[in-house]
């Protein structure tokens, strides 16, 4: 028999989030065992990459161990977070572990190997981290030497300084866990998020929440008490800022209930968006601080002003296209999809039964050309086999499938598959996925080239980004829309939450150029359809309309807006 339902009271990915910091804590424990701790970050993995119904359904089912790397005791951990929010080796660990040493795992340069020295020769929180770096007293330690040192100084430097930043795909489950625990507290009105991680910035220096009440000290107290906050940075009656154990800073405001809508728009947008809303508000007579609504809307209205969305709060009050701009469910067909044939985690037919229990209008099968060898590329030879298996798989299932190519541009500046092979195509996605590091001139004659190519491209992943991690490519980015605008070819915004490129601030540019787009998933597994939420985020923060974006079409008039031939 089943046991009855049990509601979580955590998600996957707060739970995923709870797994990291067990395996943090568990790599930091006296006699920390790093196999245990590899675990529960494979199963955060795994988390992320499961739905969020099926979850669920193996928790209540007893099925987690069915999920691969996931075994009895890692599987007990998470039904455990799943029912009740927290674990019982979760506090244990928060309370065994010393947060000086969590404060220190924090620091650029410091691996778990050096943190077991420094602790081994008595330096065990920050503090006494400063003091022996004074006089240059790490280099004494057999391991340590000059260079070391040095980095370790920067990375303190840096830490002190609170530059870190966060994806935004690692801080939502923070963001969301946290204003989950704040609703909680009966003085608690409302809790949303704000700041950048409502404006869907890529990265992020703080995941910031609002809170309407009218006992604000009670529920800072709420905020700066959880079990996971390593450090108060500040706290007054109203707000707070801390550092999580995780590393995450986090802030909290808290407003009265008649001033939420205000606050909320305060709290949210830039400081330029602010400032004009506040001057605006003064040309009224009014002050924006103290308008008295419920919600958001409620103050544009009385500002005179349509509602802007979060994402497009970055700037001042222009307006133009906020009436139609793209939104989520107007998508109608999931673009740029890996499957087995090249590195994908799912096969062609996994994957069109998850589009089809999404919905879904049509999928792009594009898997990797043969020149990406690190992926599998799809050699020609393997071609007709993967569209013959389209072919059957087509059969099965109403989404529409495309088959495809993510054709690597070469270095100078061809694409991967004869000409002839990339017309037999639906889609051609264009990308680099080599030789990032060209000087500017090389790659844009290297782009134009591509991009001039007769046949109709997208121009995957355009600059080459991984968030926080790599660099944009160098290049004349103006030649290259020109070069676009000129020829056949629509740009991607690719919703992998890694890349997400093209970055917005280029959004703006290209649209001048009418240059039409597409909002991609990059999935390399059905689970992985979520993340177009993070490509309509970029898109909307370029000011993107539902016009402009191809795969907001039907498939036919998809198909023929992107036919290579």
């Known amino acids: 028999m089943r046991e009855a339902h049990h509601p979580p009271v955590l998600d996957r990915l707060a739970i995923a989030a709870l797994l990291r910091e067990i395996a943090l804590l568990s790599s930091l424990e006296r006699g920390g065992n790093r196999f245990k701790a590899r675990a529960y970050e494979r199963g955060a993995e795994v988390l992320e990459k499961t739905e969020e119904n099926e979850v669920g359904t193996r928790v209540r089912e007893g099925r987690l161990t069915e999920l691969e790397g996931i075994g009895p005791a890692l599987a007990g951990t998470i039904t455990e977070l799943f029912r009740t929010g927290t674990a019982t080796n979760l506090l244990r660990l928060r309370t065994e572990v010393p947060r000086g040493l969590i404060e220190l795992s924090q620091i650029d340069g410091l691996t778990e190997k050096r943190i077991d020295l420094l602790v081994a020769n008595g330096i065990e929180d920050v503090d ?12 004494a330690i057999k391991g340590f030497g000059v260079k070391t040192e040095d980095k370790i100084r920067a990375g303190l430097e840096k830490h002190d300084r609170g530059e870190e930043r966060q994806r935004l795909v690692d801080a939502l ?15 608690v009105a409302q809790v ?4 950048e991680i409502r404006r869907g910035h890529e990265a992020l220096e703080s995941v910031a929440l609002l809170a309407a009440s009218d006992d604000p000290a009670r529920v800072v107290a709420r905020f700066v008490e959880q079990p996971e906050v390593l450090k108060i940075i500040e706290r007054e009656t109203s707000s707070a800022r801390v550092t999580l154990a995780g590393g995450s800073r986090a802030e909290l405001a808290v407003v009265p209930k008649n001033r939420f809508g205000a606050g909320h728009i305060i709290h949210t947008g830039s400081s330029a968006h602010v400032e004009a809303l506040e001057m605006r508000a003064r040309s009224k007579g009014l002050s924006l601080a103290t308008m008295e609504h419920a919600s958001e809307q409620e103050v544009y209205s009385a500002l005179d002003l ?14 133009e296209g906020l009436a139609d701009l793209v939104a989520f469910d107007d998508v109608r067909g999931m673009v740029h999809v890996h499957s087995t044939y090249s590195d994908g985690r799912d096969s062609i037919e996994a994957l069109a039964l998850e589009a089809d229990r999404r919905g879904v209008e049509y999928l792009t099968i594009t898997d990797h050309s043969p020149s990406a060898f690190y992926a599998q590329g799809v050699v020609i030879d393997n071609l007709k086999r993967q569209w013959d298996e389209i072919a059957v798989v087509q059969e099965k299932v109403k989404v529409k499938l495309l088959r495809g190519t993510e054709s690597d541009i070469n270095a100078d500046g061809s694409l991967d598959y004869p000409d002839a092979i990339l017309e037999q195509m639906d889609v051609v996605i264009a990308s680099i996925h080599s030789r990032h590091q060209m000087d500017a001139d090389a790659m844009t004659d290297r782009l134009v080239r591509a991009m001039k190519h007769p046949v109709y491209k997208i121009w995957g992943h355009a600059l080459g980004r991984l968030v926080l991690k790599r660099d944009p490519i160098r290049c004349d980015m103006d030649a290259v829309l020109d070069a676009i605008a000129s020829s056949r070819a629509a740009i991607e915004v690719n919703g992998d939450p890694y890349r997400l490129d093209l970055a917005p601030e280029w959004i703006p540019a290209a649209r001048k150029r009418k240059i039409p787009f597409v909002i991609s998933v990059d999935a390399h597994s059905a689970a992985a ?23 907001t079409r039907g498939v036919d008039a998809f198909k023929a807006a992107v036919r290579p031939s």
């Open 529 to 551: 359809f979520s993340v177009l939420r993070f490509g309509v985020w970029m898109a909307r923060r370029g000011g993107l309309t539902k016009s402009e974006v191809l795969n």
């Open 173 to 187: 489950p923070i963001g969301e866990r946290l204003a989950s625990h704040l609703a909680a507290e009966p003085a």
């Open 306 to 319: 349509p509602y802007f969305p979060p994402e497009r709060r970055d700037g001042g009050l222009d307006t």
């Open 128 to 139: 006494a981290l400063r003091a022996s770096l004074a006089v240059n007293g790490l280099r």
């Open 192 to 195: 949303e998020l704000a700041g």
